[in-house]
């Protein structure tokens, strides 16, 4: 079994989650897939703040930030941002201030049908992550656009700088090259525990701002791992995807000082995007209630959802053959459900 040529623990780190997150087969789901064994790496139950993939990132990146001095994080996203909640619940534990400048609009790509998206009323704006943005005592800025959000945080900056306040700013989803780190981890722990239960052919996860596809294509690669890494995008272009996965990965390795390795073992996939961020299709909803009544599984319409309906059709397809052991890595999202509460009151009975 290969050891990784890296030294994580030189790195400064804060402890956030429970490590090793579980790994469940999933025999029921796979049956009624007729095809692959599923299992599922369950980021999505690591603790804090309700869990999710972001708290192996935030292990990283709030571990330089405190060794900078921070006192003041600021981070950014949509309304039902899963990073915003979990860096408020991060930054409550470790005693931290919190600034979440969070945008309503919602991408469509381009020529994509007209759609009435849950970007505004009170589900989407006053519920799910939102109310536990509130709860775990962030400061809450919602902005219309791109350009008020960057007013707003450089307002931000300006005000607590002035005050003697130490700010420190996380990229949207906490992926840079250090955020990447945390799915490195993660890719070391999965393999271990794999050792134990199954070869395995195959790891699906979703990709949005990139951080933790790049941390499991580096991981994969540095240990010489033989595993594909499927990638189902929820927001951009396959090209897009792509390169933010090899602009993350590049950063990571410079600053693990290793040369930056070929992802020829990465597949990047749209074919579950539908018309944009934040934008559910009937078949994501298919999925969401196939893993929720199949193994009690619950998943959101704008990561999990769409990564398992992108899984649920190459699958069916025959793009992933019956002969594979896949795992699907579940990043979490559970309190964006509920800002879709409308619509998935509707779909839970279909």
């Known amino acids: 079994m290969a050891e990784i040529p890296v030294d994580l623990a030189r790195f400064d780190r804060v402890p956030l989650g429970n490590w090793p997150t579980p790994l469940e087969d999933c025999p029921r789901l796979s049956k009624a897939l007729g095809g692959p064994r599923i299992l599922v790496k369950r980021d999505d139950v690591n603790g804090l703040g309700v869990g999710g993939n972001k708290l192996r990132k935030l292990e990283f990146l ?108 996380l990229p949207i989803g906490g992926s840079d090259g250090v955020g990447v780190l945390g799915y490195l981890a993660a890719a070391i722990e999965l393999r271990d525990q794999l050792a134990k239960v ?78 944009g961020y934040g934008l559910p299709t009937p078949v994501v909803w298919d999925a969401i209630r196939l893993f929720g009544r199949t193994e009690g599984i619950t998943l959101d319409p704008v990561y999990t959802g769409k990564a398992a309906a992108a899984l649920i059709d190459a699958v069916r397809t025959g793009d992933i053959p019956a002969t594979e052991t896949v795992v699907f890595v579940h990043t979490g999202g559970l309190p964006g459900l509920f800002g879709y509460a409308p619509e998935l009151i509707e779909e839970a009975q279909g």
């Open 62 to 169: 709030l571990g330089a930030a405190l060794a900078d001095g921070a006192d003041t994080i600021v981070t950014f996203g949509g309304v039902q941002t899963n990073h915003g909640r979990q860096t408020a619940a991060a930054c409550a534990r470790l005693g931290l201030r919190c600034e979440l400048v969070l945008t309503r609009q919602v991408t469509r790509l381009p020529g994509s049908r007209s759609l009435t998206a849950p970007r505004d009323g009170e589900a989407y704006e006053r519920s799910g992550n939102v109310a536990l943005d509130l709860l775990f005592g962030a400061r809450v800025h919602v902005c219309d656009d791109g350009a008020h959000a960057e007013a707003t945080y450089q307002r931000i900056v300006e005000e607590l700088s002035s005050a003697g306040r130490k700010v420190v700013p």
């Open 198 to 275: 199954a070869k395995t052919n195959r790891i699906v996860c979703a990709i949005g701002s990139a951080g933790t596809a790049a941390g499991l294509a580096l991981g994969t690669a540095l240990l010489d791992w033989p595993v594909i890494v499927d990638a189902a995008s929820v927001s951009n272009t396959v090209p897009e995807c792509s390169a933010d996965i090899e602009r993350l990965v590049s950063d990571a390795a410079a600053l693990l000082g290793v040369r930056a390795p070929r992802l020829d073992h990465v597949r990047v996939t749209d074919r579950a995007l539908g018309d």
